[in-house]
């Protein structure tokens, strides 16, 4: 079998005070399309932090695509669950999606054609090229979410990771990111954060549900049970039109 | 020559022909507009790097950092100005290492260096045999005393940054934009703001000789502040940001000529007055657009 391409090994993480993450092992083999799910501050933004070598574990390893989080970096495409940067920054749509491209060109001078290319066809997958000269900070929050879902696309990335890039989303368009995140998990695995589990259940071949701990990581769908244990009380599953 | 500000020799009664005139007559004053041009082209480029990122009270900081360089210059009998590029490039490296290091206590810590490094600057200068004016053209600037060598020199701390900016403009950019971000995508992000910050203080020294250190900032924010209301790209900033500084540095020169003000004062003012307008303006179009 061929080696996972992400490798948790006993990891123990926080931000100084007690642990967020506790023992938690997980591999996600190549190809896999993983649904992370768990309450709020269950450390699923954490568990991505210490995917992407932002967050140095206090105990256990982690491997990424066979070597460490730091060099498997560029490989790795990343949705932040928050956007860090101010809104109105001079920049358009497109020039966020360019930037997408910075690890993979060359260092020196601007961005190549076929740089750009790539840039447009992620946009595209999006359904966002209308907006490409858009200034950034005249978007809607959905539009905004796509614009970074498509700048971690044009990283042509090994793994893709999204901390929730459904939160903003109209029902229709959360299908159709899903149903793209599918078509991508041809070439790329996936791991994605989420709330809505019955709509992702459809989706992803595997479903971890995270608590501090790992609950589970199943790979039949979720039961009622396990859905309770890890957020302390019944969760009704909500039904999506154009689904059951 | 006791005033702090160099003086025009003739005064007249202030109208622009007779600043033309003098402008085709005047070695001096053609030095002067050529290192005003200079020195807006130097901070057109950079002034949008400062706004965007919003750091220009860390700016302030090096800039009075540099005055504690220059004090020792003069102390050690070095070039001040050699002693002011040393000082700047350090205060940069000094106040950008702290700032990402502790970023929570940053303006505490930017304020500290801010009035130690003018400290150090009064304490070393009023020891410094010969002290006296010297200290105020570095404080208030003396644009009118800039000779052929300072212009040579400010031609080539342009042609450094003008490089620098052409081959990491993307880098920066992303500095700028999005750390996180950047980090990830292998751009080494401490390096580059660190390169950043020293271009800042290149930048500041080219404009001591234009507004001294006190009035720098003002000359680095405000073209490109007003240029940042009306475009939106850095790119477009930055062409912007440079045609505003020439602007308000050659009518800040022109208005100054005839009354015999303080040019660098002037100059700023000039470039304040032209931010609340642009201001003024951009509201009202608002206004009418919500009707
Ligand atoms: N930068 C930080 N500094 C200190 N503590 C943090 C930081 N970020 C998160 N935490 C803490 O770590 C815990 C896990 O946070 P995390 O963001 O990983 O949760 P999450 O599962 O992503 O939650 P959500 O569903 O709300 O996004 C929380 O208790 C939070 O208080
Ligand atoms: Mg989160």
């Known amino acids: ?244 | 020559m006791v005033t702090p500000y160099a003086s025009f020799s003739t005064r007249g009664t202030g109208d622009v022909m007779e600043f033309l005139h003098a402008l085709m007559n005047f070695t001096f004053l053609q030095n002067a507009l050529l290192g005003g041009f200079l020195a807006s082209l130097g901070c057109g480029v950079i002034g949008p790097y400062v706004v965007v990122k919003r750091i220009s009270y860390l700016v302030g900081g090096i800039a009075h950092a540099v005055l504690g360089g220059v004090g020792m210059a003069y102390y050690f009998g070095w070039p001040p100005f050699g002693g002011a590029l040393v000082a700047a490039v350090l205060a940069a490296l000094l106040i950008g290492w702290v700032s990402l290091r502790w970023r929570l206590q940053e303006d505490m810590l930017i304020g500290a260096f801010w009035a130690g490094g003018m400290a150090v600057g009064i304490l070393f200068i009023s020891r410094a045999p010969g002290y006296n004016v010297d200290l105020m053209s570095y404080l208030f600037g003396n644009i009118l005393l800039i000779t052929r060598d300072d212009l040579l020199l400010m031609a080539g701390l342009d042609a450094v940054i003008l490089v620098l900016v052409l081959v990491f403009h993307r880098q920066f950019q992303a500095v700028c934009f999005d750390e996180q971000f950047a980090r990830l995508r292998g751009v080494g992000v401490t390096q580059f703001y660190l390169l950043l910050l020293c271009m800042v203080a290149l930048t500041l020294v080219l404009l001591i000789q234009v507004v001294g250190l006190i009035l720098v900032i003002a000359l680095v924010s405000l073209p490109a502040a007003v240029a940042g209301q009306w475009v939106r790209s850095l790119g477009a900033m930055m062409l912007l940001a440079t045609v505003l500084g020439a602007v308000v540095t050659l009518s800040g020169l022109g208005l100054s000529y005839g009354p015999d003000l303080p040019s660098g004062a002037t100059i700023v003012l000039v470039s304040a007055l032209a931010y609340f307008l642009s201001t003024l303006v951009l509201g009202i179009r608002k206004r009418r657009v919500q009707g």
Do not use: W
């Open chain 1, 1 to 244: 079998m061929a080696r996972p391409v992400i490798e948790l090994t006993g990891i123990y993480a926080g931000y100084g005070g007690p642990s967020v993450l506790q023992d938690v092992t997980l591999d996600v083999g190549a190809g896999e399309f993983l649904g992370l799910v768990g309450p709020n501050g269950g450390g699923k933004s954490t568990l991505f932090k210490v995917i992407l070598g932002l967050l140095r574990p206090t105990r256990g390893q982690v491997r990424v695509l066979g070597t460490t989080p730091l060099r498997a970096r560029r490989q790795v495409g990343y949705v932040p669950q928050y956007a860090e940067f101010a809104r109105d920054f001079p920049i358009s749509v497109g020039g966020v999606v360019l930037m997408g491209r910075l690890g993979q060109s060359p260092p020196f001078f601007g961005y190549r054609r076929c740089d750009r290319a790539i840039a447009m066809h992620s946009l595209r997958e999006v359904g966002l090229v209308d907006l490409c000269e858009r200034p950034i900070g005249e978007l809607s929050g959905g539009q905004f979410q796509r614009v970074l879902i498509a700048r971690a696309l044009a990283t042509e990335p090994k793994i893709l990771l999204l901390d929730e890039p459904a939160a903003n989303l109209d029902p229709r368009a959360e299908r159709d990111l899903f149903g793209l995140l599918k078509k991508l998990n041809c070439r790329m695995t996936i791991l994605v954060v989420t709330h809505d589990i019955a709509f992702v259940s459809e989706y992803v071949t595997r479903v971890a549900c995270l608590n501090r701990e790992l609950v589970c990581h199943a790979t039949e769908p979720l039961t009622a049970e396990t859905i309770e244990r890890l957020y302390g009380h019944p969760i009704r599953f909500v039904q999506h039109e154009g689904h059951g």
